[in-house]
C-alpha cells in the first residue's frame, strides 16, 4: 500500500510517499481502507517532534480518517469487514489503509460522505469534548472563540450554536469573520486591529465571556481572560499562533474562573466509552443536519507538503482533506 512516512523530524517537504507493507489487526484493532483523511495543525507538529507525543519512527501523519473496514481483530464485535466508518487513530491516516483502535471506530451512515466524515473526527471531537464535558456550557451563556476560521474553530462555532450559546467568533481578518457569520455566529471580533478584551466585554454588556474556547494561544491568551466573566471557563486547547503563553495565575482568582485543559486524544484513549457516547450524537447532528464540517479544499497524498503549508499559511477557511 501506498503511505506518506516521515522518516526524520523536518518540515513538510522533507515526507515521501512511499510503497509498505499492508497492515494485519492486532486483537483490537481494525484495518480501514482510507478514503480521506483529515488534515489538522497537529499533523504539522508531529512531522517536526514538537507534538505532545511522537511515534516510533518512520510513521505516517493523520490522525481522523474515513473508509471501509477491511479486516478485524479477534476481540472486535461491534464492527464488520465492509462496514463504513469514521475514525480517530492518532497517526497514520494519510496513507491508503491504516489501523484503529476498535473503540474509537464508529459506523457512518451512507448520508454522510467519507470526506465529510474525514474532516469531523478530530474538530468535532475535540469541541464537542470541550464544550460538554470540561465546560458544562449551558444554553444562554456566551462562548468566546478563537482561531474561529480553523477547523476545530468553526466545530466550536456550530456545536455552541447547537447547545443553544451565543457566539462571538474571533479571528484575525474580516473575510474569516464574514465565513463565521455564515455558519452561525452572532458576533466577530477582529483581532488583527479591535482590542479584543474591550470587544468581548462590550459585546457582553461589560458580564464577561462564560467560556472561552481557546487553540491559538500565544499573545492573544491573556486579553481574552481578563475579558471571562465570573465563574467562566477557560479552554486551554492548543497554541496555533506558536507560543505557549505565561498566565498570570492572580486572574484565576480575581475571576472566580477556571482554566481547564482539553486533550481529546488523552480523552478517547482513557474513556472511550465517554467518547463513543459523544460520537453518536454529533453523527445524529450529522444526519440531521444541525451542523456540517466545512471542506476547504482536497488534496492527492502526493501534495501533502503543499496542503501541510496552505494549512499554516493560515489561510484555511474549514478543513483539508486529503483522498488517497
Not at 474525514?118 to 444554553?139: E, K, P
Not at 445524529?284 to 466545512?294: C, R, T, Y
Not at 488534496?299 to 496542503?307: D, N, Q
Request: aromatic share 8%; with cysteine; glycine share 10%.
Amino acid at each position: 500500500m501506498k503511505a506518506v512516512l516521515c522518516e526524520s523530524y523536518g518540515p513538510p517537504e522533507s515526507l515521501v510517499v512511499k510503497e509498505i507493507d499492508s497492515l494485519v489487526p492486532l486483537d483490537d484493532e481494525v484495518i480501514i481502507v482510507v478514503k480521506a483523511t483529515g488534515l489538522n495543525f497537529p499533523d504539522t507538529l508531529i512531522i517536526e517532534g514538537k507534538y505532545q507525543f511522537q511515534p516510533e519512527m518512520p510513521f505516517s501523519p493523520g490522525g481522523e480518517v474515513a473508509g471501509i473496514v477491511k479486516s478485524i481483530g479477534a476481540k472486535v464485535n461491534h464492527l464488520k469487514v465492509g462496514d463504513r466508518v469514521m475514525a480517530g487513530t492518532g497517526w497514520g491516516g494519510f496513507a491508503e489503509e491504516v489501523r484503529g483502535k476498535a473503540s474509537n471506530v464508529f459506523q457512518i451512515p451512507k448520508s454522510i460522505s467519507f470526506v465529510q466524515a474525514a474532516s469531523t473526527m478530530m474538530t468535532f471531537g475535540t469541541s464537542y469534548h470541550a464544550l460538554v464535558n470540561r465546560a458544562d456550557i449551558q444554553s444562554g451563556e456566551t462562548l468566546l472563540v478563537l482561531g474561529a476560521a480553523g477547523g476545530v474553530g468553526t466545530a466550536a462555532i456550530q456545536i455552541g450554536k447547537a447547545l443553544g450559546a451565543t457566539v462571538i467568533a474571533a479571528a484575525s481578518s474580516d473575510d474569516k469573520l464574514d465565513y463565521c457569520l455564515s455558519i452561525g455566529a452572532d458576533y466577530t471580533i477582529n483581532y488583527s486591529n479591535e482590542d479584543l478584551k474591550s470587544q468581548a466585554k462590550a459585546l457582553t454588556g461589560g458580564k464577561g465571556v462564560d467560556v472561552i474556547y481557546d487553540p491559538v494561544g500565544d499573545r492573544y491568551t491573556e486579553p481574552a481572560l481578563r475579558a471571562i466573566a465570573w465563574k467562566g471557563r477557560y479552554l486551554v486547547v492548543g497554541f496555533a499562533a506558536g507560543e505557549i503563553p505565561k498566565i498570570p495565575l492572580n486572574l484565576a482568582l480575581l475571576k472566580g474562573c477556571s482554566i481547564v485543559g482539553v486533550f481529546w486524544g488523552g480523552f478517547f484513549r482513557n474513556e472511550p466509552q465517554s467518547n463513543a457516547v459523544n460520537f453518536k450524537k454529533i453523527v445524529e447532528w450529522l444526519e440531521a443536519g444541525k451542523v456540517k464540517s466545512v471542506v476547504h479544499k482536497e488534496y492527492p497524498l502526493e501534495e501533502v507538503a503543499k496542503a501541510m503549508y496552505e494549512l499554516t499559511q493560515k489561510k484555511v477557511k474549514g478543513k483539508i482533506v486529503l483522498v488517497p
